[in-house]
């Protein structure tokens, strides 16, 4: 291990939790057995994206309400909930009843932005005041609000013999330190850090700069040290890193095949900023662990983290997804420097 990377202190994995319209039980029963698998081999944490009106998980404060009957001690995360969908003092009271009844182990990652595909959507999702809807930061800071316990209301008290509160109920104290804004830009990095949150930074940034330096590890290390630099704990701040890792060191010669075609199919998009915005993707990595955390201790922005939460891919099978995640935790770990929790 080079003496610039941070030891490995959190391993974590992210899914998406793909599951058939025909029978949809059966992927979300399949998601929550990853999770009691991750907490069984010792992850410190399981991480759920979110999709909506697609063939993944549409509701993972439910997914995670659910892992949190069925896991003891794996922290449950989302990455991320766009907030553009939600409303922040619903979601807050969401959060904060399935924070209470985790035993405070959820960590709620979030963005910013109008909803994906807005003009298709927003007569569905917001019929009487699609163009009155803000979409920036001030949605995040009206969540930040609530779950921190700031007056939703100037009314409290008693009427009749209803009791009422002036702030989000269930109030869970710790929740606010586990929030985390998920961003892919300099600015939004420095926003999270502004406003104390955590930092969520994954396998896509925006390619900000000249062409001839955008390297995707130099921007996003670029992105965390624009959030530790505006960041009331500084180098302490938190910072997990999402990229999409593919050990194979138990893997069958089926498998490897598999996951090789999977990585050479989605290379192409690693060379150029895609799209309107210029999106830059990270290479996903596949071999053995030794391969990956050599890779890793070579990646400039992993050497500043110490926290990681490795994105499956979403179109494998159940079977590939325990052997991915049984050589994450005995093998790939143990080689970035990290000791097992405890199970």
Do not use: C
Not at 9 to 25: M, V, Y
Not at 57 to 84: F, K, Y
Not at 201 to 229: C, M
């Amino acid at each position: 291990m080079p003496p610039t990377s941070r030891p490995l202190r959190k391993l974590g994995f992210l899914t998406i939790g793909l599951f058939d319209e025909a029978d949809p039980r059966k992927g979300h029963e399949s998601t929550l057995e990853i999770i009691e698998l991750g907490e069984r081999l010792g992850f410190d944490s399981a991480w759920l994206r979110h999709r909506h009106l697609q063939y993944g998980i549409s509701s993972p404060v439910a997914i995670m309400a659910a892992a949190s009957q069925r896991t003891s001690r794996i922290e449950l995360g989302t990455a991320v909930i766009p907030l553009g969908w939600e409303n922040p003092l619903r979601l807050a009271e969401d959060l904060a009843t399935v924070d209470i009844l985790s035993g405070g182990r959820i960590n709620p990652g979030v963005s910013v932005g109008p909803p994906m595909h807005f003009d298709q959507v927003k007569e569905a999702l917001y019929p009487d005041t699609a163009d009155a809807e803000d979409f920036s930061y001030e949605r995040v800071r009206r969540l930040l609000d609530l779950v921190r316990g700031k007056s939703a209301t100037d009314f409290s008290g008693v009427e009749g013999i209803e009791v009422f509160s002036d702030r989000v109920q269930p109030h869970s104290p710790g929740l606010s330190g586990r929030l985390w804004y998920g961003g892919g830009s300099v600015s939004s990095a420095r926003w999270a850090g502004e406003h104390g949150m955590n930092f969520l930074t994954s396998s896509v940034v925006r390619a900000d700069g000249p062409e001839e330096k955008r390297d995707f590890a130099e921007i996003q290390l670029s992105h965390i040290r624009a959030f530790r630099d505006s960041h009331p704990d500084g180098e302490a701040a938190r910072v997990s890193q999402g990229l999409v890792v593919i050990p194979t060191d138990s893997a069958s010669p089926e498998q490897r095949a598999k996951y090789e075609e999977f990585v050479a199919k989605r290379t192409p998009r690693t060379t150029s900023p895609q799209g309107p915005a210029g999106l830059l993707f990270a290479p996903d990595i596949v071999g053995t662990s030794e391969e990956i955390a050599e890779r890793l201790h070579a990646h400039a922005a992993f050497r500043e983290v110490d926290e990681v939460a490795f994105a499956l891919p979403f179109t494998f099978e159940h079977e590939d997804y325990v052997q991915i995640l049984t050589d994450m935790a005995t093998k790939l770990g143990p080689a970035l420097g990290r000791r097992p929790a405890a199970g």
